[in-house]
């Protein structure tokens, strides 16, 4: 269980990406919201938004491998993308 952040969401220090390159991305950040934001930055395909992102991944994913991704919250999105094996979420100290 990861410690509560101030804004109420959780406290995620560490998530790697991997783009199956064997180059994994790097990312830290204290709220689900501010790893999104970075992913969705440095994304391949150019999204106006979160949400925009967030759609164009769960519906790539279920796709590629029939993953159901959550895409209601950064929160919700994040967990399920770890869930399937999609990334990996760390409390790097």
Same mark, same amino acid.
């Given at each position: ?19 199956h390159t064997g ?9 689900y919201d501010e790893? #999104?934001?970075?992913m969705r930055r ?5 999204? *106006?938004?979160?949400?925009?992102? %967030? /759609?164009?991944?769960? +519906?790539?994913?279920? #796709? ?10 950064? *929160?919700?999105?994040?967990?399920? %993308? /770890?869930?399937?094996? +999609? ?7």
């Amino acid at each position: 269980m990861l410690p509560p952040s101030s804004d109420g969401g959780d406290v995620v220090k560490h998530l790697i990406a991997d783009d199956h390159t064997g180059r994994p991305q790097h990312y830290y950040a204290e709220t689900y919201d501010e790893l #999104l934001e970075q992913m969705r930055r440095d994304a391949f395909i150019d999204s *106006e938004s979160n949400e925009d992102y %967030m /759609a164009g991944v769960a +519906q790539r994913a279920k #796709l590629w491998d029939r993953s159901v991704i959550r895409t209601d919250s950064a *929160e919700h999105f994040l967990v399920d %993308m /770890a869930a399937c094996g +999609q990334v990996t979420l760390d409390t790097a100290d």
